[in-house]
């Protein structure tokens, strides 16, 4: 049972425009939210949080955004940069569990188009 | 810089040999690390909790005899595959962090492929 989804595996986006990566879960136990970025052969690194009393967090071109009642997310990058061709995995926590146990999704490919 | 430190980054056996790969927290102490594992194109999947002190916690499906995890100190955890094979040829991953904080940190990975 895949509790953290990504539906779109790519996205194409063009340099200077906005990405929208999308993210759905199931558990409501879920009370902390993250997405990472992983280029190929490295760890994933963080990129921006947000915790389930916030509907939106922004971090200079990073933006998540969080619908409680649908029981999604998602990240936007604006403007998108060559750069930011990566792949994106949001994962889910239940901070209230104290565990740091993440469950992340299938990720999202984004490439930037220059 | 970095606060989570894998060793090594880059490993390949034999069929049949073991192989540890180790996790530190540089900055921090940490309790509880996490051993992830990634298949080409596929999610990071949580293989086991690693507690100081005490046994790793496994997860559904994830054999503890093929995977040792020891985690003797507070900056250190490994994981050994033992009797390694093909098909445990993948991009391991660990981390760290202090979950009260909403922090987790991860290591660079280490890709294992055996022959």
């Known amino acids: 049972d895949q509790q953290v989804k990504q539906n779109s595996p790519s996205l194409s986006v063009q340099e200077g425009r906005i990405s929208i990566l999308n993210c759905d879960y199931t558990?409501?136990?879920?009370?902390?939210f993250l997405w990472y970025k992983k280029y190929p052969a490295e760890g994933p690194t963080f990129l921006i949080s947000?915790?389930?009393?916030?509907d939106k967090n922004e971090d200079g071109r990073f933006t998540v955004f969080l619908n409680k009642s649908a029981k999604h997310l998602s990240l936007h990058i604006v403007p998108s940069q060559p750069g930011d061709s990566a792949v994106y995995f949001c994962?889910?926590?239940?901070?209230?569990?104290?565990?740091?146990?993440?469950?992340f999704g299938q990720g999202t490919t984004l490439q930037v188009k220059p | 810089g970095a606060v989570v430190s894998q060793h090594p980054s880059w490993v390949i056996c034999k069929s049949g040999t073991s192989v540890k790969i180790e996790c530190r927290s540089l900055d921090f102490q940490a309790t509880t690390m996490f051993w992830y594992r990634q298949f080409p194109k596929q999610s990071l999947m949580l293989m086991a909790t690693s507690n100081e002190g005490s046994k790793a916690t496994y997860e559904q499906g994830v054999e503890k005899d093929k995977f040792l995890i020891n985690h003797a100190s507070l900056t250190l955890s490994t994981l050994t595959v033992t009797s390694a094979h093909p098909e445990d040829s993948s991009f391991y991953i660990c981390?760290?962090?202090?979950?009260?904080?909403?922090?987790?940190?991860f290591g660079e990975g280490s890709r294992l492929t055996v022959l």
């Open positions: 981390s760290a962090g202090r979950p009260s904080h909403g922090e987790l940190f």
């Open positions: 994962a889910a926590s239940s901070l209230s569990s104290n565990t740091g146990k993440l469950i």
């Open positions: 947000i915790s389930s009393i916030k």
């Open positions: 558990n409501s136990m879920f009370d902390y």
